[in-house]
């Protein structure tokens, strides 16, 4: 009886239409729109028609695009999810140890961001299995919580994580002549001895294969995943800000033949554009860097303000509490020198335990706002991601925002969109599905107060699958 | 006046040459550096697509001539460097890491490698660092593209071997004695046979005991193409080396006074030298400063100007890098005067036949 009428009400839930008149529709792809009849059905979109229809919705003068698709994001991802005791962790499922729950699924949600790949982290060589998400509709583990307010898996193995750069040997160099004593001596303390894992590993992968199929050796879950990489089953994610590094990652894939290869966080490929849109190979950039003040443009959350109010709490001599001062016209705090000390005392999740950013502002550094406009300019294919933008409320460096900084630094605005949506669903794989509003299409949509690239629009009305999962009318 | 107008109109044809014409270029400078070191007055380079197709008084190729004023030199070769890496060339999780390559660790886009071009360096050979019994393979890099980064010539050169104290002191994760360091190279090539060592494997070397060893292991594998770079004092063991060709640290102008006998006496036993600059932080004018001070102090000018362009390309077993010669790739670079000349300053850098520096008219002039 609970039973059938479960069904019922799930049932209900699935059947149910809605329709809605847009003045503006940004397809995606793109294309503009004007007057537009969405129809939604099954949570999926059934038609985009020109008109109104008579039992729609609408806010005047609202622009609607589809859900914000992020390529690139460790959204969830925290120490638990980083496994350091190998240089080779193929086979783990980052989906496993995933924070369904964390709040960075709800923050990007409030920015419009729908959908999401998720990474694992860069402390080995080659990490694992990444994540594609919904950032709502998963399975709220508190009480607390509303209905559906968790994300929601939708492939456990979208792509395997291999880093290249500094992250991996992060920390094990020690001084010329003298050797560490911990354990971090049995791993690459350089970037050559990183890429010699990834060889190393894809070596034995191609031996393995060999050897599997007549039975001569026992079957390895990590063996059977880098197999998939070569295999093209898998596609292969390289993490490689600076561009010696992404010429690595070419060479990597001429060397093995990885038929799907993307450079993720290429913060400066901008120097090798041209290469690599010979190459033919995707990149993900982001996050969007910010040179003025050497980091990612991203403030601290309230939490971590309210903890940084007691300097009590932490044992810092020359600790300043932040006055107006370092607060800028629109009552946001400015990440001057000062705030990112701060972020470091106070919030050292950010910094050690993913040790997702710290990396990234040395790495990062030969990096410019103007990288999109250039990448787009050298016919590179390319999306973004927000990498750790959207963890905390002040989400200065959020998916959309970095689209408008882009469009500020030169990059067509459509173009911009579409960075955001069509092309990032692609390079995840899920170009049938999402990142555009076209029959057929999951009904993930946007309705923006206004242009979703002017910076006072924000978005009024989140739809994921078909249901209003958020409201700001 | 005259000269002035010719030099900018020298100046302004210089950089129109790309390797996509498909044309050939006849550069007709006052005088090339033969391979000898000498000048050669009367001589024109003809290049096309990146290469010297022709070097003669009249060139049979036709094309477009280009009139430049100062002398033509081919691009000097560092023979051994580790410029733009720093640490990240010093793998120290094992002493047996022969899987490296040194391009995995280079930092292509690093300002260091715009500074060689504009000291007439067209060429670098990066090694990894020696601190390891068998460090990795080298890489030779092209010091300037058209993309104003270094581009890689070739990924994997040579295999990185050394028996230097550095190398075989930790006892940890590797041997703690010479002896011990032998017995890995033994092991690696009785393993992996003579291959383990790469077909032309370098040895950094800094006493007599490492190379007579050394010396008796290629002996016994048959492998004749084993280069060395003699680090320490030379002094005491170069010896061993009477009538080959060796690689030397090239060294800032005020350690140059205490080397002046150990050079002579070098020269005197027909060692032949390639130099390199190996760590980061030399100054970026070392290997020619260096060709001068041997040429000053030994008296003999070819051997100077070959130990940076013909023999560290020798050493890698190249002959299209170092000499301005038919088939050579265009890296070429042009002088106010002979490159070995103290008052000589760079006036333009080509690197397969594409302009990557010019020096500012305003201070020529």
Same mark, same amino acid.
């Given at each position: 009886m609970i039973f059938s009428s479960l069904l019922i009400t799930t049932t209900a839930l699935l059947m149910q239409q809605s329709q809605w008149t847009v003045?503006?529709?940004?397809?995606?792809?793109g294309q503009v729109m004007r007057d537009v009849l969405v129809t939604i059905n099954d949570g999926k979109i059934t038609a985009v028609t020109q008109g109104a229809g008579d039992a729609s919705q609408s806010i005047a003068g609202a622009h609607m695009t589809p859900g914000l698709v992020d390529a690139y994001s460790y959204m969830?991802?925290?120490?638990? *999810?980083?496994?350091?005791?190998?240089?080779? =962790?193929?086979?783990?499922?980052?989906s496993n140890s995933l924070?369904?729950?964390?709040?960075a699924f709800g923050y990007a949600l409030s920015e419009g961001v729908t959908a999401a790949y998720v990474s694992p982290a860069s402390?080995?060589?080659?990490g694992g299995l990444g994540c594609m998400v919904k950032t709502h509709g998963g399975q709220a583990a508190?009480?607390?919580?509303?209905?559906?307010d968790a994300a929601r898996l939708?492939?456990?193995?979208a792509a395997l994580k291999v880093t290249l750069g500094g992250d991996p040997s992060r920390g094990n160099q020690t001084g010329r002549g003298k050797w560490t =004593?911990?354990? *971090?001596?049995?791993?690459?303390?350089t970037r050559m001895g990183t890429v010699w894992v990834v060889r190393r590993e894809f070596y034995r992968a191609l031996e393995y294969v060999e050897l599997r199929d007549s039975g001569q050796v026992a079957y390895s879950a990590d063996l059977e995943v880098l197999a998939a990489a070569l295999r093209g089953d898998l596609l292969v994610r390289v993490q490689a800000r600076e561009a010696h590094d992404a010429e690595t990652a070419l060479r990597l894939q001429e060397e093995f033949g990885w038929p799907r290869m993307v450079i993720e966080?290429?913060?400066? *490929?901008h120097k090798i554009s041209k290469m690599i849109a010979r190459e033919h190979v995707a990149v993900v950039t982001g996050p969007a860097y910010d040179s003025s003040s050497r980091a990612i443009a991203r403030g601290p959350s309230s939490a971590e303000l309210a903890f940084a109010a007691?300097?009590?709490?932490i044992c810092c001599e020359d600790y300043h509490a932040?006055?107006?001062?370092?607060?800028n016209e629109s009552g946001k705090l400015e990440l001057s020198d000062f705030a990112l000390n701060m972020l470091v005392v106070v919030a050292p999740r950010y910094e050690?335990?993913?040790?997702?950013s710290r990396g990234r502002r040395s790495e990062a550094?030969?990096?410019?706002?103007a990288l999109p406009a250039l990448l787009s300019e050298a016919g590179v294919k390319f999306a973004m991601g927000s990498a750790e933008a959207?963890?905390?409320?002040? *989400?200065?460096?959020s998916l959309i925002y970095q689209a408008r900084r882009a469009v500020r630094w030169g990059l067509d605005k459509d173009i911009a969109l579409s960075l955001i949506t069509s092309v990032p669903a692609q390079i995840c794989g899920r170009g049938d599905s999402l990142g555009r509003i076209k029959?057929?299409?999951?009904?993930d949509l946007i309705l923006w107060?206004?242009?979703?690239?002017?910076?006072?629009?924000?978005?009024l009305v989140v739809i994921i699958d078909g249901q209003v999962v958020a409201d700001n009318r | 006046m005259l000269t002035t107008l010719s030099l900018i109109a020298s100046f302004t044809l210089f950089?129109?040459?790309?390797? #996509?014409?498909?044309s050939a270029t006849i550069l007709a400078p006052d005088a090339i550096v033969a391979a000898d070191g000498q000048l050669l007055e009367g001589y024109k380079v003809v290049i096309a697509d990146g290469k010297i197709i022709e070097v003669a008084a009249d060139p049979r190729t036709a094309g477009v001539e280009v009139r430049l004023h100062g002398v033509l030199s081919p691009g000097f070769v560092d023979a051994f460097a580790q410029l733009g890496a720093e640490i990240f060339?010093? %793998?120290?999780?094992?002493?047996?890491?022969? $899987?490296?390559?040194a391009v995995d660790g280079?930092?292509?886009?690093?300002d260091a490698w715009q500074e060689l071009a504009k000291h007439g360096v067209t060429s670098a050979h990066l090694v990894p660092d020696?601190?390891?019994?068998l460090s990795g393979s080298g890489a030779l890099i092209a010091t300037a593209s058209e993309a104003s980064v270094a581009k890689v010539?070739?990924?994997?050169?040579v295999q990185i071997a050394s028996l230097l104290s550095s190398s075989v002191s930790?006892?940890?994760?590797?041997?703690?004695?010479l002896a011990g360091a032998l017995e890995v190279l033994h092991e690696s090539v009785a393993t992996h046979g003579a291959r383990a060592l790469g077909s032309l494997p370098w040895f950094f070397v800094e006493d007599a005991a490492g190379t007579r060893s050394v010396k008796t292991l290629m002996g016994d594998l048959n492998i004749n193409s084993a280069k060395f770079i003699l680090l320490g004092?030379? $002094? %005491?063991?170069?010896?061993?080396?009477?009538d080959e060709l060796v690689g030397l640290p090239a060294f800032g102008m005020g350690e140059l006074a205490r080397r002046a006998e150990l050079w002579r006496r070098m020269s005197k036993a027909n060692i032949s030298v390639a130099f390199g600059?190996?760590?980061?932080?030399? %100054?970026?004018?070392s290997l020619r400063s260096s060709a001068m001070a041997w040429s000053r102090i030994t008296r003999d000018p070819q051997a100077a100007f070959e130990s940076i362009t013909v023999n560290p390309a020798t050493m890698l077993g190249?002959?299209?890098?170092g000499r301005i010669a038919?088939?050579?790739?265009?890296?070429l670079v042009l002088w106010s #005067?002979?490159?070995?000349? #103290?008052q000589a300053r760079v006036l333009a850098t080509m690197i397969a036949g594409e302009t990557v520096y010019r020096a500012d008219i305003s201070t020529n002039n």
């Open positions: 003045d503006t529709v940004h397809l995606g792809d969830g991802v925290d120490g638990a *999810t980083l496994e350091e005791s190998r240089e080779s =962790t193929a086979s783990l499922k980052l924070q369904f729950d964390a709040p402390m080995n060589v080659i508190s009480l607390f919580s509303e209905e559906g939708l492939d456990d193995s =004593t911990s354990y *971090t001596a049995r791993r690459p303390n966080e290429a913060t400066n *490929t007691e300097p009590g709490q932040p006055g107006e001062e370092h607060l050690a335990a993913p040790g997702l550094s030969g990096s410019t706002p959207h963890d905390s409320v002040l *989400t200065e460096s029959a057929g299409f999951d009904a107060s206004g242009d979703p690239l002017d910076p006072s629009s924000i978005p | 950089p129109l040459l790309s390797p #996509a014409q498909q060339l010093t %793998e120290q999780s094992d002493k047996v890491t022969p $899987g490296l390559l280079a930092r292509l886009d690093s020696p601190t390891n019994v010539t070739d990924g994997q050169t930790d006892g940890r994760v590797g041997p703690s004695s004092d030379p $002094g %005491e063991y170069a010896g061993l080396f009477t600059t190996r760590m980061s932080n030399i %100054e970026y004018n190249r002959d299209d890098i038919k088939g050579a790739r265009a890296d #005067a002979h490159p070995l000349d #103290a």
